[in-house]
T-cell receptor, first 113, second 115 residues
Framework: NAGVMQNPRHLVRRRGQEARLRCSPM?????VYWYRQLPEEGLKFMVY????????ESGMPKERFSAEFPKEGPSILRIQQVVRGDSAAYFC???????????FGPGTRLTVT | AQSVTQPDIHITVSEGASLELRCNYS??????LFWYVQSPGQGLQLLLK??????LVQGIKGFEAEFKRSQSSFNLRKPSVHWSDAAEYFC?????????????FGGGTRVLVKP
C-alpha cells in the first residue's frame, strides 16, 4: 500500500509564476490536509478537504492560494503569482473517514527566485 | 488559541546516551497530544500519541512520552539513542479526535547524534 504521494518533490518558480502542487492520498483515504512549513518553523495548517469539498480553509492566505480535491485525481494546491515569501515546504496528509490519524507525504519544497 | 512550544531548536547527543525533548502546550482543555519524527527529505511519521489514561505512553522505535497536566508538558524520551534517530522531532496538539482535526505543531527540535 503506497503512502501519501506528493509531486513534484522540488519546485522552482520565478516571482509571478504559478505553482501547482499535487497530492495523492493513501488508498481508501478521502480526507486531505495541506500544511506549510516555513524555514525554521513548524508546520502550519492551511486547508482540509474531502472529495469535491473544502471543509476548512481557515489557514489559507486570502489571496493567490487555492486548493481542490476533485472526485478523480489528486488534490491540488495552487499558488498564483508566487512571491519569495511563498518559499517553503508544503506537506500533504491524508486520513480515512472519521479518524484522527493523519499520514504525511514527503512534502514539496517550493523555491521562489 | 492553542499553541505548542518546543524550547530546544537543536540538541546534540552521543550515540547510546539518553535523550529528552521538551514540549509545552497552551490549551483550554486537555488536548490530544502527538509526537512526530521527520527524517531528512521524508514526511512526518507518528511516533506516539496521548489521549487519556496512563500518562506515560509508549511509541515506536523505543520512544516514550509523559503527559504532565500540572506543567502542560508532553516530553519525549529515549533511554539510548541510535545514529538513526538523527532527525527533526515535532510535538503537536489537536482539539479533537474526529476527522478534520487541525494539528498545531511546535517549531521542532533537530537532533544530531554524535558517534
Amino acid at each position: 500500500n503506497a503512502g501519501v504521494m506528493q509531486n513534484p518533490r522540488h519546485l522552482v518558480r520565478r516571482r509571478g509564476q504559478e505553482a501547482r502542487l499535487r497530492c495523492s492520498p493513501m488508498k481508501g483515504h478521502s480526507h486531505v490536509y495541506w500544511y506549510r512549513q516555513l524555514p525554521e518553523e513548524g508546520l502550519k495548517f492551511m486547508v482540509y478537504l474531502q472529495k469535491e469539498n473544502i471543509i476548512d480553509e481557515s489557514g489559507m492566505p486570502k489571496e493567490r492560494f487555492s486548493a481542490e480535491f476533485p472526485k478523480e485525481g489528486p488534490s491540488i494546491l495552487r499558488i498564483q503569482q508566487v512571491v519569495r515569501g511563498d518559499s517553503a515546504a508544503y506537506f500533504c496528509a491524508s486520513s480515512p473517514r472519521d479518524t484522527y490519524e493523519q499520514y504525511f507525504g514527503p512534502g514539496t519544497r517550493l523555491t521562489v527566485t | 488559541a492553542q499553541s505548542v512550544t518546543q524550547p530546544d531548536i537543536h540538541i546534540t547527543v552521543s550515540e547510546g546516551a539518553s535523550l529528552e525533548l521538551r514540549c509545552n502546550y497552551s490549551y483550554g482543555a486537555t488536548p490530544y497530544l502527538f509526537w512526530y519524527v521527520q527524517s531528512p527529505g521524508q514526511g512526518l511519521q507518528l511516533l506516539l500519541k496521548y489521549f487519556s489514561g496512563d500518562t506515560l505512553v509508549q511509541g515506536i522505535k523505543g520512544f516514550e512520552a509523559e503527559f504532565k497536566r500540572s506543567q502542560s508538558s508532553f516530553n519525549l524520551r529515549k533511554p539510548s539513542v541510535h545514529w538513526s534517530d538523527a532527525a527533526e522531532y515535532f510535538c503537536a496538539v489537536a482539539p479533537s479526535l474526529t476527522a478534520g482535526n487541525k494539528l498545531t505543531f511546535g517549531g521542532g527540535t533537530r537532533v544530531l547524534v554524535k558517534p
